[in-house]
């Protein structure tokens, strides 16, 4: 084990030891309801839940599924017709014996989220799968495999987003579920200041990784500011306006995330690199919401010195780190009979250094929201112009339009 993991492991164990010392506040047990600060998810019912008359455990169980059709024109003038199952879940979260030890469980079976199966590798049904210890209302620490405190989009649940998937600058620089310890310390006030303190140590391999244990690892830090209060119903955690705030509520947040001797092309997701790099990455968010209107925008950088990866059997193969930076913007507004309107547009460029293997991309989306269930039940429809911008000059365009439907309890 090196110097710093060691001053990370004792970092940890300090707050654990702290928290034992905490002021002990008793937990609502009067539904089934449980928020999970690490593991945000949104909630418009409760979903079916059991507790035991006891008191001694609790059970709840949730699903959703989005279900969609895409229609794809490449550069090349083809035409593409896509229909899946996109997204299927289940979710299952409680308590044993104390409602300060909790779990939460999440499962999904989609082909989509399982990805494809090489040899060697595991079946990807397992998202989360973690325990938490919360002795009071501002502390929680979790143990176990869920995200880590990333970037505000790539935290909120797939469940509750305006459009149909998350932006192209979070398919190339979020960092993932991972496992390890995490530790939060929150400050959530409605109508002053509030701040909430994230930070995590990870194997820094993705999830469900069981091949060999390595000398890799990852450390991240997150602070999140809400000069103006909390939002209503926790509403950073779900995009768009709408609960309407009738109040501006912003929230600006950072990360700095080091993964060391990463296995993979993009930290916890990607491919197999041929040499163990290690990378850091930079996340700003900013979120504002008020009367309907909503805007988010973000900025993400991943670094690495020397991204190359030679293939140490033949030279002549090589893979990368996917280092660069990007930015996405998006506005939307909610009408009182729940229809939405939504624009984004982001872009995308590569670092110098891999910019002859990957092109620079920049992508305009506007989407429409029929709510019917809050986020809950929803159908969405979307078009989406992505060009790339190649290193020689070259430049290719392609469009989508796709048509989707989320529900869940």
Do not use: C
């Not at 979020?174 to 409605?190: K, V």
């Amino acid at each position: 084990m090196t110097k710093t993991m060691k001053k990370y492991f004792l970092f940890l164990f300090i707050l654990s030891s702290f928290s034992f010392w905490a002021q002990d506040i008793k937990f609502s047990t009067k539904d089934n309801d449980i928020k999970l600060a690490s593991l945000p998810y949104y909630n418009f019912g409760r979903g079916l839940g059991l507790t035991a008359p006891d008191s001694l455990f609790q059970f709840n169980i949730r699903f959703r599924m989005q279900n969609r059709m895409t229609y794809l024109q490449n550069d090349a003038g083809d035409e593409i017709y896509d229909g899946q199952i996109r997204r299927l879940r289940l979710r299952f979260d409680g308590y044993v014996g104390n409602p300060k030890f909790l779990y939460a469980i999440q499962l999904s079976f989609a082909p989509g989220d399982i990805g494809t199966v090489q040899e060697g590798d595991n079946v990807n049904i397992i998202r989360d799968a973690v325990v938490f210890y919360r002795p009071n209302r501002n502390w929680s620490f979790a143990f176990g495999q869920t995200k880590l405190p990333g970037n505000r989009q790539r935290i909120n649940s797939s469940g509750a987003l305006q459009l149909t998937d998350r932006s192209i600058n979070n398919a190339r620089f979020n960092i993932d579920r991972d496992f390890g310890w995490q530790a939060y310390y929150l400050q959530s006030q409605n109508d002053q200041f509030s701040y909430n303190i994230k930070t995590a140590l990870s194997t820094g391999n993705g999830r469900n990784v069981t091949k060999e244990p390595d000398n890799g690892f990852a450390v991240t830090g997150k602070v999140e500011l809400y000069p103006l209060g909390a939002f209503t119903k926790d509403g950073s955690f779900f995009e768009g306006d709408i609960v309407r705030e009738p109040k501006p509520k912003l929230m600006v947040s950072g990360v700095f995330h080091r993964n060391v001797n990463a296995r993979l092309t993009q930290g916890q997701l990607g491919f197999e690199l041929y040499e163990k790099k290690t990378m850091e990455s930079v996340l700003l968010d900013a979120m504002l919401k008020y009367k309907g209107w909503a805007f988010m925008t973000a900025y993400m950088n991943r670094m690495a010195n020397d991204p190359i990866a030679r293939n140490p059997l033949d030279t002549t193969e090589f893979n990368y780190v996917f280092v660069g930076e990007g930015l996405d913007y998006q506005l939307s507004y909610i009408f009182l009979n729940n229809m939405e309107v939504v624009g984004r547009f982001s872009t995308q460029n590569v670092n110098p250094e891999i910019q002859a293997f990957t092109p620079d991309v920049q992508t305009y989306t506007l989407g429409f929201t029929k709510y019917i269930w809050e986020h809950s039940f929803k159908i969405q429809t979307e078009l989406t112009y992505d060009q790339l911008n190649y290193f020689d000059g070259t430049t290719k365009n392609n469009w989508l339009v796709r048509f989707q439907v989320e529900i869940g309890i």
